[in-house]
């Protein structure tokens, strides 16, 4: 059977500008991701975020239909980083994982997500311990689904080295929420809690952020959330003619 792949990859950015697509930098990205989600096949979006926790780091995720497409892709661009990237961003940590949850639109489309990643999986321990803190986090109020995937071996690139600690198994753990404020509250919740702490003694390193995506679909179409602008004052205004 054939299944999905996804590309995980963590970089720095420092302060560069990504985010102003009036600037060189944001037009490189959104040229990057544009190309890649729309003329590779097998590419079907391409999705990325500054980290909420380490503002220096930006998180992206590419979605192909294959391994193969994914590995084609790779060939194409010789690495695992688009040429009109290399001098925005360092540091490349990527990981490939095969998702085996359906939930990818509530994940990437959410207001607010998040990645965990796990290092040094005890697998025996783990076994007994993930499937509460999954629907731990599953059936919190804020949680509008989430990907879950073992990474691929071999590891493309592994800056920090975190890939080789203990076990050398790793997963990834990306998370939709309805907002950061529920994300916020929910994961104080006793279940969660007490789920998190079971799953962090299963594995050599745990680290977990947020970021609110931006898509770049197929067709070319990005999507973003954006925060909408103050409410003005106007309760000193009159009412309109007739309405008195």
Known sequence: MVYPAIEVTVVTVGNRTIEDESTEDGQKYMKAFHAA???????????????????????????????????????LINGPTPPILLDVQSNETVYVIHPNTNDRNKVYYAPYTTVTFFWGIEEDKWTDAAPEFFAAVAKSDGCTGYIW???????????????????????????????????????????????????????????????????????????RWTTPLPLKDRSDWLPAAGMI
């Open 37 to 75: 989600a729309t003329t590779i096949p097998g590419c079907s979006r391409g999705c990325w975020g500054r980290s909420d926790k380490y503002p220096d780091k930006v998180i992206h995720f590419i979605d192909y239909d294959t391994r193969k497409h994914h590995d084609v892709h790779k060939a």
């Open 149 to 223: 995937g073992e990474v691929d071996k071999p590891i493309l690139s592994d800056f920090d080295g975190y890939a080789s600690l203990g076990s050398g198994k790793c997963g990834v753990l990306i998370t939709g929420w309805r907002s950061k404020g529920q994300h916020d509250r929910d994961i104080k919740s006793e279940r969660v809690v007490n789920a998190w702490e079971a799953v962090g003694r299963c594995c050599a390193k745990a680290d977990d952020w947020g970021t609110s995506l931006r898509i770049t679909e197929n067709t070319g179409h990005i999507h």
